[in-house]
Nanobody
C-alpha cells in the first residue's frame, strides 16, 4: 500500500512564502513524475508544477518565477517552494505522484490529502 502525506500549508500575507512537502511511503518500487495541483473554491483543479525523474520541470504560467518544485529521491518527497504569494494563489494544494508499487509492473497515480493555502491581502 502506498500513501502520500502532505504538510506545510497555512495562512500567509501577500508577498510571503510557504513550502509544501509531500512524502510517499509504503511498498514503493520506483517513483516517476511528481506534480502539484491546486483547486480554488468554485474552480477546476489545475496543474501548478511537475518534475520528472531527470529533474525537468514545468510550471503554470501564473506561478513561473515565484514557485519552485523540487524532489528528494532518497526521501521519496516532492516540495513546492512558493514565494511572493498572492491572494489568487489561495487554494487547496494536492500532490500527485506516479508510482510503481513493489511486485507490480504498472504505474499508478496517487493523490495526497490536500493542504490549504490561504493568502491574505
Amino acid at each position: 500500500q502506498v500513501q502520500l502525506v502532505e504538510s506545510g500549508g497555512g495562512l500567509v500575507q501577500a508577498g510571503g512564502s510557504l513550502r509544501l512537502s509531500c512524502a510517499a511511503s509504503g511498498s514503493i518500487f520506483s517513483i516517476n513524475v511528481m506534480r502539484w495541483y491546486r483547486q480554488a473554491p468554485g474552480k477546476q483543479r489545475e496543474l501548478v508544477a511537475r518534475i520528472t525523474t531527470g529533474n525537468s520541470t514545468n510550471y503554470l504560467d501564473s506561478v513561473k518565477g515565484r514557485f519552485t518544485i523540487s524532489r528528494d529521491n532518497a526521501k521519496n518527497t516532492v516540495y513546492l517552494q512558493m514565494n511572493s504569494l498572492r491572494p489568487e494563489d489561495t487554494a487547496v494544494y494536492y500532490c500527485n505522484v506516479d508510482i510503481i508499487p513493489i511486485a507490480l509492473v504498472t504505474s499508478f497515480t496517487y493523490w495526497g490529502q490536500g493542504t490549504q493555502v490561504t493568502v491574505s491581502s
